[in-house]
């Protein structure tokens, strides 16, 4: 079966850490685009954070930039995202989404109108940041 499994969500201090993992079975995730996505009750699907096949091309969302990294590692087919200095407003549940079509590129990997050309999601981890 071809999918993508989120893992490493949970609860979290504000002020904490948590790695999500994004890992891909049935197919070698090497020649995707990844991106990670969150969503929170209530609100739009919202763009995270991406990183292209290659892992040259990396973006983030301005309310993530300075705290999130993203990373890949092609050789165990998973895609990271570590969450440092969590903020009660990174409470969501986060999606990983993959496509290696060329539509992709680094500026509009998170467009609304485009994530429904994401050839792959995955159910979502809930990340909670509550004291």
């Known amino acids: 079966q071809l999918q993508l499994v989120e893992s490493g969500g949970g609860l979290a201090q504000p002020g904490g850490s948590l790695t999500l993992a994004c890992a891909a079975s049935g197919f070698s995730l090497d020649r995707y685009a990844v991106g990670w996505f969150r969503q929170a009750p209530g609100k739009e699907r919202e763009g995270v954070s991406c990183i292209s096949s290659s892992g040259g091309t990396t973006d983030f969302s301005d309310s993530v930039k300075g705290r999130f990294i993203i990373s890949r590692d092609n050789a165990r087919n998973t895609v990271y995202l570590q969450m440092n200095n969590l903020k009660p407003e990174d409470t969501a549940v986060y999606y990983c989404?993959?496509?290696?079509?060329?539509?992709?590129?680094?500026?509009?990997?998170?467009?609304?109108?485009?994530?429904?050309?994401?050839?792959?999601w995955g159910q979502g981890t809930q990340v909670t940041v509550s004291s």
């Open positions: 989404a993959a496509t290696r079509r060329p539509w992709w590129d680094g500026s509009n990997w998170s467009s609304q109108e485009n994530l429904y050309k994401y050839d792959f």
